[in-house]
Nanobody
């Protein structure tokens, strides 16, 4: 069983950068695709980015393409979300999740594909 925990959130001004980390337990972490999702107040949870077990597959939602970078270090059991040029509309609680059953490029945006979720980390971007 895998457990994940997010960190790195905070309060920043528009245009700033943050790097979120998703630390996982379990020796088989390197087998699992990882996704980042976010949920803003009053809105549904939405897909942000995802990375396959060997970083061969990476996907981003359109609103973060060119600004966010997802990466993973399987030796450290950690996935990162580098967020640059942050905007107020990026304000949300960010969650990482592991897909124990696996996914494909066609399903990686679906939250039902993920089995283990963290508690989330708050990101607030002021204008």
């Amino acid at each position: 069983q895998v457990h994940v925990e997010e960190s790195g959130g905070g309060l920043v001004q528009a245009g700033a950068s943050l790097r979120l980390s998703c630390a996982a337990s379990g020796r088989t972490f390197s087998r699992y695709p990882i996704g980042w999702f976010r949920q803003a107040p009053g809105k549904e949870r939405e897909f942000v980015a995802a990375v396959g077990w060997n970083s061969g597959t990476i996907d981003y939602t359109d609103s973060v393409k060119g600004r966010f970078i997802i990466s993973r270090d399987n030796f450290k059991n950690t996935v990162y979300l580098q967020m640059n040029s942050l905007k107020p509309e990026d304000t949300a609680v960010y969650y990482c999740a592991a897909s124990v059953t696996g996914w494909s490029i066609s399903t990686c945006r679906n939250s039902d594909t993920y089995d283990a979720w963290g508690q989330g980390t708050q990101v607030t971007v002021s204008s």
